[in-house]
């Protein structure tokens, strides 16, 4: 049975849809934008051969490789959750950040898609913060402030890949 229900973590165990706020549809906005990016350097890279990345390329690794580990943990707790649209988007994530870490083991690599990835999902981020903020949105038994901040560590992760991006390009 699928219902709608509140945007707010549940202790229902049935499958639902939750209710969003405006804000939390302008993130969801920003990072499919930003997905659709990472596709893109993702059908790109297909063709191209892989090699061993040295320089910008490991730092972009590195600070994309951490974003995805957090990601591949939320499925876990979005399918917990058993709401529809936050497990499809948790699987729409995981599946960009994956495609962009492999444009970054092509040669040559994704170029300025990457910087366009992670900016719009900076922007996304920082939206996510207005709307948490207004919204006090919790996860279950976790305060609404390790909520925002676990945000603001990934808006800082987008943040120093576009820094690495554009200072040592």
Not at 17 to 31: F, N, Q, R, S
Not at 154 to 161: F, G, K, P, Q, T
Request: charged share 10%; proline share 2%; aromatic share 8%.
């Amino acid at each position: 049975m699928i219902k709608l229900a509140a945007m707010t973590a549940t202790g229902d165990r049935t499958w639902h849809v939750g209710t969003y706020e405006p804000l939390a549809w302008a993130e969801t906005a920003l990072k499919a934008v930003a997905f659709v990016v990472a596709y893109v350097a993702l059908v790109q890279a297909l063709g191209r051969t892989l090699h061993s990345p040295d320089g910008i390329h490991v730092a972009e690794l590195a600070l994309l490789g951490i974003a995805e580990l957090g990601l591949l943990a939320a499925v876990g707790d979005r399918v917990g959750e058993r709401e529809l649209i936050a497990v499809g988007f948790v699987a729409l994530n995981n599946a960009a950040h994956l495609g962009m870490l492999y444009a970054l083991l092509a040669a040559p690599g994704p170029g300025g898609l990457v910087s366009l990835f992670c900016l719009l999902m900076l922007a996304g981020e920082i939206v996510k913060i207005a709307w948490l903020r207004t919204s006090h949105f919790t996860v279950r038994e976790v305060s609404a402030l390790v909520v925002q901040g676990l945000v603001v560590a990934y808006a800082s992760i987008y943040l120093a890949a576009l820094l690495v991006w554009q200072l040592l390009r």
